[in-house]
């Protein structure tokens, strides 16, 4: 599985942005997709996470509310919402997925993984 994230830009705070996360395969749908983000000198910190088929999902705190993650299986993509951004949520992007029917929050649960896009948010 390859994945391909775009959308990330540079934005005003309170601002929103939509990422997006394409995946190679034709089994997108048998995998469930995952959000994480990175700044430098901390650990890779889940952010959002969608069943294989869009039943459920599982946000991080302190994003509940402002982002949404949802998924077009047609389309082998899945898209991260984000409104009212804060600076605080400037960080690298990453998609990520791996097979099961849970929605883990642990980056070593993912199998395979994006290349990151740059979101920065000014204050």
């Known amino acids: 599985v390859q994945l391909q994230a775009s959308g990330g830009g540079l934005v005003q705070a309170g601002g929103s942005l939509r990422l997006s996360c394409a995946a190679s395969?034709?089994?997108?749908?048998?995998?469930?997709m995952a959000w994480f983000r990175q700044v430098p000198g901390k650990e890779r910190e889940f952010v959002a996470g969608?069943?294989?088929?869009?039943?459920?999902?599982r946000y991080l705190e302190s994003v509940k509310g402002r982002f949404t993650i949802s998924r077009d299986n047609a389309k082998n993509t899945v898209y991260l919402q984000m409104n009212s951004l804060k600076s605080e949520d400037t960080a690298v992007y990453y998609c990520a997925t791996g097979t099961g029917v849970l929605v883990p929050i642990t980056a070593d649960a993912y199998d395979y993984w994006g290349q990151g896009t740059q979101v920065t948010v000014s204050s």
């Open positions: 969608i069943s294989r088929i869009g039943g459920s999902s």
């Open positions: 395969g034709r089994t997108f749908s048998s995998y469930r």
